[in-house]
C-alpha cells in the first residue's frame, strides 16, 4: 500500500504538532532476551487504547489505526522528521516487547520511550539501521505512556505504522463494567459485527447522509450538569441548554420526555448543553437555531441505527489541553470566525460583524449495553477508519455540533466558563420520541440524504421527506 495522499475517505489533512519535549540522551539501548516465562505472563496492553501523534498524513491514516489490531487500519505522518506516535497504556506498567509492523513507509533511526507523564521520556530501544517490516522488539522499561519517535524516514514518505504492539505487564486493574456509575440499558443490543462493507455507487451519487435537528437555547447561565453532577444544583461551570425546556441538575430521562422542547422537531426533546459563552466576563448566547447534524460516522451509513432513549455522553473534556482538542477524533474543523478556519483556540481576532464558529463531533459507535459510564464517555467510542471497534459494535447516529455566537472584534477576552477554547466541550441526553428519530435515521441516513429537520433533501426532492409540515410523522 502505497503513502501517497489520496482522496479516499478523505477528511482533513493536520499540520504537524510541534514536538516541544527533548529526546532524552541520543544513545542506542540494546534489547534485551526475553525467557519463556516473561513472554507467557506479557499481555497486549495497547489494544484500542488512547492515542496521539504529532501527525497525520490523511483522514484516513488517524494514530488509532496502529493500535486496532486491523491489518487493513494504518497511522501515517506527514512527510518530514521528526514524527512521534505515543500510546496512553492507563497506568505503569512494565514494558517487555514492542511489535512495530511497518507499511512500505518506514522508520530507519527511531527510539521507542517511555514516560510517566507524557512530557519527560526514556529510551529503551533505538536504532539507525531500521529496515522496516514487522520488527519485535524485547525490551525492558516502565511507564504509562510509550512512544515511537522517528528522526529519520528510510522513504521520501511518511511514517507509516499497520500496527504498534506494546506487551508487558500493567500495574492498573482493567476497568469495571458494571457497579456505580453504570447504567444499563433497559433492552440491550448484543450479537452485532461492526460492518466493513462500502456501499455501492449510486447515481446521482451518494455524498450525505444526514439530517438536521435545529434547536435554540433552551435555558442559558445555568450552573448545573445532570450527566456529571447529578442531583447537585449549582456544583459545575455555567452551561447554556438547548432543546430540552425543562433540563437541570435532576433531570432524568422520564422528566425529559414530560418537557418540551425549543427544537424545531416536537419529537425532539433532547437536553444539549454546553459551556457558556463569555466576553469580559457577560454571558453571550447563541442567537436562533443552531445547527445539530445528526450523521453516520462510520463507511457503511446503512449500518446506523438510532441510539436507544436515555443514552447519554460528554464530548470532549474541560480540562483538554491544545494538542488533545486539535487531535481530538471528533474534532472537525475547530473554531471560524470571517476568513480564519481551522483555529484550535478562539482566535484573537475576529472581522468585525463575523460569528464565532465551532464544530466538534461526538463518538458513534455503542457498546450496546450501557446507557452511561462512570467517566460519561467508556460506553462509546469513535470509529477507526469508518469501521466501529469490536468492543463497541453498534454504529448509532454521530452528533456533529455546529454553534454560532456573535462575538467578534478583539477576541482577547472571550473564552469559555469552562476555559480557553480548547475546554469546548458538550453534553447529550438523549430523548427523542423513537419512531421519529427511528423515520429520520431510515429515510435521511440510510438512505443517503442531506436533510434538513423535515428529513427533505432539496437535491433530492423526489426522494420525497420522513416528517410532514409540522416536522411530525405523518
Known amino acids: 500500500m502505497s503513502t501517497r495522499p489520496s482522496t479516499r475517505r478523505l477528511r482533513r489533512i493536520l499540520a504537524p504538532i510541534g514536538v516541544t519535549t527533548a529526546v532524552v540522551a541520543s544513545m542506542v539501548v540494546g534489547a534485551f532476551q526475553l525467557t519463556a516465562a516473561d513472554a507467557a505472563d506479557a499481555t497486549l496492553l495497547s489494544l484500542n487504547k488512547p492515542s496521539l501523534a504529532s501527525s497525520q498524513e490523511l483522514g484516513e491514516s488517524p494514530p488509532a489505526g496502529a493500535f486496532d489490531n486491523n491489518p487493513s487500519t494504518r497511522w501515517g505522518s506527514q512527510w518530514s522528521d521528526p514524527q512521534w506516535l505515543r500510546v496512553d497504556?492507563?497506568?505503569?506498567?512494565?514494558?517487555?516487547?514492542?511489535?512495530?509492523?511497518?507499511?512500505?513507509?518506514?522508520?530507519?533511526?527511531?527510539?521507542?520511550?517511555?514516560s510517566p507523564d507524557g512530557n519527560a521520556w526514556t529510551s529503551i530501544y533505538s536504532t539507525t539501521t531500521g529496515t522496516g517490516g514487522t520488527q519485535t522488539l524485547n525490551v525492558n522499561g516502565s511507564g504509562r505512556y510509550v512512544r515511537m519517535y522517528g528522526t529519520q524516514r528510510g522513504t521520501g514518505y511518511g511514517y507509516s505504522l499497520w500496527e504498534f504492539k506494546v506487551y508487558g505487564t500493567s500495574t492498573g486493574t482493567p476497568p469495571p463494567t458494571s457497579g456505580p456509575g453504570w447504567v444499563d440499558a433497559p433492552n440491550p443490543v448484543t450479537g452485532v459485527t461492526p460492518s466493513t462493507a462500502t456501499p455501492p455507487a449510486t447515481n446521482p451519487p451518494t455524498t450525505h447522509h444526514?439530517?438536521?435537528?435545529?434547536?435554540?437555547?433552551?435555558?442559558?447561565?445555568?450552573?448545573?450538569?445532570?450527566?456529571?453532577?447529578?442531583?447537585?444544583?449549582?456544583?459545575?461551570h455555567s452551561h447554556t441548554f438547548m432543546g430540552n425546556r425543562t433540563t437541570n441538575a435532576?433531570?432524568?430521562?422520564?422528566?425529559?420526555?414530560?418537557?418540551?422542547?425549543?427544537?424545531?422537531?416536537?419529537?425532539?426533546?433532547?437536553?444539549?448543553?454546553?459551556?457558556?459563552?463569555?466576553?469580559?466576563?457577560?454571558?453571550?448566547?447563541?442567537?436562533?437555531?443552531?445547527?445539530?447534524?445528526?450523521?453516520?460516522?462510520?463507511?457503511?451509513?446503512?449500518?446506523?441505527?438510532?441510539?436507544?432513549?436515555?443514552?447519554?455522553?460528554?464530548?470532549?473534556?474541560?480540562?483538554?489541553?491544545?494538542?488533545?482538542?486539535?487531535?481530538?477524533?471528533?474534532?472537525?474543523?475547530?473554531f471560524e470566525c470571517g476568513d480564519l478556519t481551522r483555529q484550535w483556540d478562539i482566535p484573537a481576532n475576529c472581522v468585525a460583524g463575523s460569528q464565532l464558529n465551532v464544530r466538534f463531533q461526538a463518538p458513534s459507535c455503542w457498546d450496546g449495553l450501557h446507557l452511561d459510564s462512570p467517566?460519561?464517555?467508556?460506553?462509546?467510542?469513535?470509529?477507526?477508519?469508518?469501521?466501529?471497534?469490536?468492543?463497541?459494535?453498534?454504529?448509532?447516529?454521530?452528533?456533529?455540533?455546529?454553534?454560532?455566537?456573535?462575538?467578534?472584534?478583539?477576541?482577547?477576552?472571550?473564552?469559555?466558563?469552562?476555559?480557553?477554547?480548547?475546554?469546548?466541550?458538550?453534553?447529550?441526553?438523549?430523548?427523542?420520541?423513537?419512531?421519529?428519530?427511528?423515520?429520520?435515521?431510515?429515510?435521511?441516513?440510510?438512505?443517503?440524504?442531506?436533510?434538513?429537520?423535515?428529513?427533505?433533501?432539496?437535491?433530492?426532492?423526489?426522494?420525497?421527506?420522513?416528517?410532514?409540515?409540522?416536522?411530525?410523522?405523518?
Open 89 to 114: 497504556l492507563g497506568a505503569t506498567a512494565t514494558i517487555t516487547q514492542v511489535v512495530l509492523q511497518w507499511e512500505n513507509a518506514y522508520g530507519k533511526a527511531f527510539q521507542i520511550q517511555t
Open 210 to 236: 444526514e439530517f438536521q435537528a435545529n434547536c435554540e437555547v433552551s435555558r442559558s447561565n445555568l450552573n448545573d450538569d445532570p450527566i456529571v453532577f447529578f442531583g447537585l444544583p449549582g456544583a459545575s
Open 250 to 334: 435532576n433531570t432524568t430521562l422520564s422528566s425529559l420526555q414530560a418537557g418540551t422542547t425549543a427544537c424545531i422537531t416536537p419529537g425532539d426533546k433532547t437536553a444539549y448543553w454546553m459551556p457558556t459563552l463569555l466576553n469580559n466576563g457577560v454571558a453571550v448566547q447563541p442567537v436562533g437555531r443552531q445547527v445539530i447534524y445528526y450523521k453516520s460516522g462510520v463507511l457503511d451509513w446503512r449500518s446506523v441505527r438510532p441510539m436507544p432513549a436515555g443514552l447519554r455522553y460528554v464530548v470532549g473534556s474541560p480540562s483538554s489541553t491544545l494538542d488533545q482538542f486539535k487531535n481530538h477524533p471528533g474534532a472537525v474543523e475547530g
Open 375 to 474: 467517566d460519561h464517555k467508556a460506553h462509546m467510542a469513535y470509529p477507526v477508519v469508518g469501521v466501529c471497534p469490536s468492543s463497541h459494535p453498534v454504529a448509532v447516529n454521530m452528533i456533529e455540533f455546529k454553534m454560532a455566537w456573535p462575538v467578534s472584534g478583539n477576541m482577547a477576552n472571550v473564552a469559555f466558563s469552562s476555559g480557553r477554547g480548547y475546554s469546548f466541550h458538550y453534553d447529550v441526553y438523549n430523548a427523542w420520541d423513537p419512531p421519529t428519530l427511528a423515520a429520520l435515521t431510515t429515510h435521511c441516513i440510510n438512505g443517503g440524504l442531506q436533510c434538513n429537520p423535515r428529513g427533505f433533501d432539496q437535491y433530492k426532492p423526489e426522494r420525497g421527506a420522513a416528517l410532514n409540515e409540522n416536522y411530525m410523522l405523518p
